[in-house]
């Protein structure tokens, strides 16, 4: 049962437009979102995260939409920059419960 | 400082040898997590140890052993694997679960 779904398994975005990465949810019980970028044999770094009881967070270039009564989040980045050619994971979790459920990951190619 | 160290980088072991990974994290974290990853699938859970104890083992076969000697470090004790068993082993710590940094993984093959 996949409670956390990335239905974007690719994106690709030119260089200094908005980046929008979609993320899907079926456990209402979730408190908290987070947002990983993940580079080819490197470990998910981690990008922001939102708390169930925000609709929005923002750091930076990255800002993190969450839409509780459709069960979505997405990740805005604007400007995008080649660096941010990766594969974006979003997370859930529960309070009291230390594991993070992973979506399948979207990955993202910028284009010079 | 958000630095969590995993070694070796690679590894390659038979299906008799006996071989750990280490993590380590000096960030004064409480907790500390194993994950492994598959290529193109999500991370996965394996094992959670808070404040040096043992809180969640997400039904991992016993071939795969944790330990936490202390607050900062975190071994993974490998024996008897499958070769299906290779893949990408991850450690990550936090404070708080909903922040919890990765280190840059082992690349596991079992030949």
């Known amino acids: 049962d996949q409670q956390v779904k990335q239905n974007s398994p690719s994106l690709s975005v030119q260089e200094g437009r908005i980046s929008i990465l979609n993320c899907d949810y079926t456990n209402s019980m979730f408190d908290y979102f987070l947002w990983y970028k993940k580079y080819p044999a490197e470990g998910p770094t981690f990008l922001i995260s939102i708390s169930s009881i925000k609709d929005k967070n923002e750091d930076g270039r990255f800002t993190v939409f969450l839409n509780k009564s459709a069960k979505h989040l997405s990740l805005h980045i604007v400007p995008s920059q080649p660096g941010d050619s990766a594969v974006y994971f979003c997370?859930?979790?529960?309070?009291?419960?230390?594991?993070?459920?992973f979506g399948t990951g979207t990955r993202l190619t910028i284009i010079p | 400082d958000t630095e969590v160290t995993q070694t070796p980088k690679h590894l390659v072991m038979g299906m008799t040898n006996k071989k750990s990974l280490k993590c380590e994290q000096h960030?004064?974290?409480?907790?500390m997590y194993w994950y492994k990853q598959k290529a193109k699938k999500p991370p996965e859970l394996m094992f959670v140890y808070s404040y040096e104890k043992l809180s969640i083992n997400e039904s991992v076969p016993s071939r795969f052993s944790p330990e936490c000697p202390n607050s900062s470090l975190l071994n993974l004790h490998l024996h008897a694997l499958q070769p299906e068993d290779s893949a990408l082993y991850l450690c990550?710590?936090?404070?708080?679960?909903?922040?919890?940094?990765f280190g840059p993984g082992t690349r596991l093959t079992v030949t």
């Open positions: 990550a710590s936090s404070q708080e679960p909903h922040e919890q940094y």
């Open positions: 960030m004064g974290h409480r907790a």
């Open positions: 997370a859930a979790l529960r309070f009291g419960n230390e594991k993070l459920t």
